[in-house]
């Protein structure tokens, strides 16, 4: 069974940073590809940041320069990290991971940016 927790999210001004963590149980190494999704009011819930196996890292272009995905496998944990953030950063985070095919998601994380 696989669980997602991600922790970290809070209220902080434009320019500010930000660390998202991601708590995963399981058999990490299996984890095919994690994530960081993203979900404003009214909108679509968007892909942020993806990391696979190997390390290999994606990112939507909105937020390229900006933030970075990484792993810490001996810990079980995902972070993201979110630098000169903007008000159009705000959101609902997600955590995700597909294992063996299946779909993976934690609770969320609020993230608020005010001007």
């Known amino acids: 069974q696989v669980q997602l927790v991600e922790s970290g999210g809070g209220l902080v001004q434009a320019g500010g940073d930000l660390r998202l963590s991601c708590a995963a149980s399981?058999?990490?190494?299996?984890?095919?590809?994690m994530g960081w999704y993203r979900q404003a009011p009214g909108k679509q819930r968007e892909l942020v940041a993806t990391?696979?196996?190997?390390?290999?890292?994606s990112y939507a272009d909105t937020v390229k320069g900006r933030f970075t995905i990484f792993r810490d496998n001996a810990k079980n944990m995902m972070y993201l990290q979110m630098n000169n953030l903007i008000p159009e950063d705000t959101a609902v985070y997600y955590c995700?991971?597909?294992?063996?095919?299946?779909?993976?998601w934690g609770q969320g994380t609020q993230v608020t940016v005010s001007s």
């Open positions: 399981g058999s990490f190494f299996s984890f095919n590809s």
């Open positions: 990391i696979i196996s190997g390390g290999y890292t």
């Open positions: 995700h991971a597909r294992v063996y095919g299946l779909n993976y």
